[in-house]
């Protein structure tokens, strides 16, 4: 009879539910694109996708969680990103199971996919994602004649300082040479540089692409901050080839990313 009941212990432990924090937006959608969203108790500031994900608890934002609040939803799972490796630290005193990932270049997010996918019994699911990534890559149309390309972060009327654009070993990084054109930004020691436009005439891109949100700049004025793109004497304002794309996904590096690629190459290439 005892050893009856150790079976079943057993039994109803494989099938028991993780109560899982997630740290940050991207682990949070990656986490509902497993089919996984009864197990998700809380997550970060910005978690907006999917609506879902807006109705839970928030333990703080994604680089600075409140422990008191984590441990308050009896996590069995965290799930943070190489920035939370303080905060992933401190929860093993609890004795609580964390896994850390790095979500930076697509070869990342795809082998971050997979170990969520595996911590939480869903390696179909996990493989169905990345298979989505690997088919946006493969069927990405490549540039003709290859082109120097700049992606900036924001929408911004004052170009004097602030700049921030993508740099080196970044899902955008790879994005752009997937396209078959080269980043614009060739230093490889800053995944994120910080420029002014003095610095941006001196890399003189052939093609500038501005990630633009709505939801998070809502008081910019577009025509005027292209007016100050337009005016820095680049290749790309000679050639009218500067670009503003709003869409919400573009810098979640998780499972999206395939729609990233297919935007961004969309518009690259065009």
């Not at 996984?36 to 839970?56: C, F, G, Q």
């Not at 303080?86 to 199971?97: A, C, D, G, T, V």
């Not at 990630?211 to 050639?239: G, I, Q």
Request: net charge neutral.
């Amino acid at each position: 009879m005892k050893n009856i009941l150790l079976i079943l212990l057993f039994i109803l432990n494989l099938w028991a539910e993780e109560r899982v924090v997630s740290l940050s937006p991207s682990i949070t959608e990656i986490v509902y694109a497993l089919g996984a969203d009864r197990e998700i108790v809380a997550t970060s500031s910005y978690s907006l996708y999917p609506p879902e994900a807006k109705k839970l608890p928030i333990v703080g934002g994604y680089t600075n969680p409140h422990i008191e609040k984590i441990l308050a939803c009896k996590p069995t799972l965290v799930i943070g990103q190489t920035f939370n490796q303080n905060s992933l630290e401190k929860l093993k005193y609890f004795h609580i199971k964390t896994l850390q990932l790095e979500l930076k270049s697509i070869r990342s997010i795809k082998e971050s996919i997979g170990k969520i996918g595996e911590v939480l019994g869903r390696e179909k699911e996990a493989k169905e994602l990345v298979l989505t990534i690997d088919k946006a890559i493969s069927s990405a149309p490549k540039a003709k004649k290859s082109h120097s390309v700049m992606i900036v972060y924001g929408l911004k009327e004052d170009l004097r300082n602030g700049i921030y654009i993508a740099g080196k070993d970044i899902f955008f990084d790879d994005i752009i040479r997937v396209s078959g054109n080269t980043n614009a930004y060739t230093d490889t020691s800053t995944e994120q540089p910080v420029l002014n436009y003095e610095n941006v005439i001196a890399l003189n891109p052939e093609q500038i692409i501005i990630l633009h949100s709505h939801a998070t700049e809502p008081n910019v004025d577009v025509k005027k901050a292209l007016e100050a793109w337009y005016s820095l004497p680049t290749r790309a304002s000679k050639t009218k080839n500067i670009v503003i794309i709003d869409e919400d996904y573009l810098h979640i590096p998780s499972h999206r990313v395939a729609l990233t690629i297919e935007k961004l190459i969309g518009s690259i290439n065009d």
